[in-house]
Nanobody
């Protein structure tokens, strides 16, 4: 059973920073890619950043230059460093892993962690 567990969310002031962690129950090498998505109240879930098994990263335009996704293979953990936070970054942040299972690409999601940017 694949499990992804996010942590690190909370209340942060505008302009502040926070780091989210996504711990996988197994080796993250087995994932084709992993990523962070977010969902604000009343909005659809959207991509924030992804990282492939070879370390290639991709970012939403709204977070480029402010957020950094990284991975620690030894800890089976993916991180999202969020800097220069804005009120519009307020959302529930979800970790996603995509893995080939029995010939199919399967999505695995964490339970989400709330990030609130407010003074």
């Amino acid at each position: 059973q694949v499990q992804l567990v996010e942590s690190g969310g909370g209340l942060v002031q505008p302009g502040g920073s926070v780091r989210l962690s996504c711990a996988a129950s197994g080796s993250i090498f087995s994932f084709n890619f992993m990523g962070w998505y977010r969902q604000a109240p009343g909005k659809q879930r959207e991509l924030v950043a992804t990282i492939t098994s070879s370390g290639i990263t991709n970012y939403a335009d709204s977070v480029k230059g402010r957020f950094t996704i990284s991975r620690d293979n030894a800890k089976n953990t993916v991180y999202l460093q969020m800097n220069s936070l804005k009120s519009e970054d307020t959302a529930v942040y979800y970790c996603k892993g995509v893995k080939m299972t029995s010939g199919y690409l399967i999505d695995y999601w964490g339970q989400g962690t709330q990030v609130t940017v407010s003074s």
